[in-house]
């Protein structure tokens, strides 16, 4: 009898232990992205869509450096390179996709297209969209409050345009004021004025 009690605690010990570590193993994961902040899902997100191994080591701390996006469109521009494509990136967010050889037939997409996926397979499925996202707007804020802020803010238009307007304006895609303003550029781009020099 008293064996049997010893093999049941053994077992109940080890069960315990496997569920502590378990439990250690998922609070370390979610103290690594800490420094994501409010984008915690998101980077959460990339990190379960089976990413390569490259792009899980830039997520897996909850932050993205400059440095880190500019290796990454650097491996992306030479994986494109290997099948005579380029690519210029721009600085406020979007690329150019290019043929070194300066010609473009017309199946030039249908044959670059692939290409470009399968290259940012390898490097960029989620890094450079989640640096430019928490880049803009770190604390993640309603997207109408800031913007319709900051076009209030500089002019663009008045105390009497909502919120709602906005939302309603960007689901239709027409705006009621001129959208490639410089100034409403401006707010599209960095609504809160953190990087990007109007």
Avoid at 9 to 25: D, K, N, P
Avoid at 74 to 92: E, M, N, Q, T, W
Wanted: hydrophobic fraction near 35%.
């Amino acid at each position: 009898m008293a064996i049997a009690i010893a093999v049941v605690v053994t077992l109940l010990s080890s069960g315990c232990a496997r569920i502590t570590e378990t439990q250690v193993a998922g609070a370390a994961a979610e103290s690594s992205l800490a420094p994501a902040g409010p984008w915690a899902d998101e980077f959460r997100e990339a990190l379960g869509a089976g990413v390569s191994s490259y792009e899980e080591k830039i997520l897996a701390d909850g932050q993205i450096t400059t440095a880190e996006v500019e290796d990454v469109h650097g491996r992306v521009s030479g994986c494109l390179a290997d099948s005579g494509l380029g690519i210029k990136y721009d600085p406020d967010g979007g690329f150019d996709l290019l043929s070194l050889d300066g010609k473009y037939p017309d199946d030039f997409f249908d044959r670059s297209d692939p290409v470009l996926r399968a290259c940012e397979k390898k490097y960029d499925e989620y890094v450079t969209m989640l640096f430019e996202e928490s880049r803009r707007n770190p604390e993640k804020q309603d997207e109408a409050k800031i913007t319709v802020a900051c076009l209030r803010r500089v002019g663009v238009v008045g105390n009497d345009y909502t919120e709602r307007k906005w939302r309603a304006e960007s689901d239709s895609g027409v705006f009621s004021f001129n959208e490639y303003d410089k100034r409403a550029q401006q707010c599209r781009l960095d609504p809160l004025g953190l990087w990007r020099e109007p």
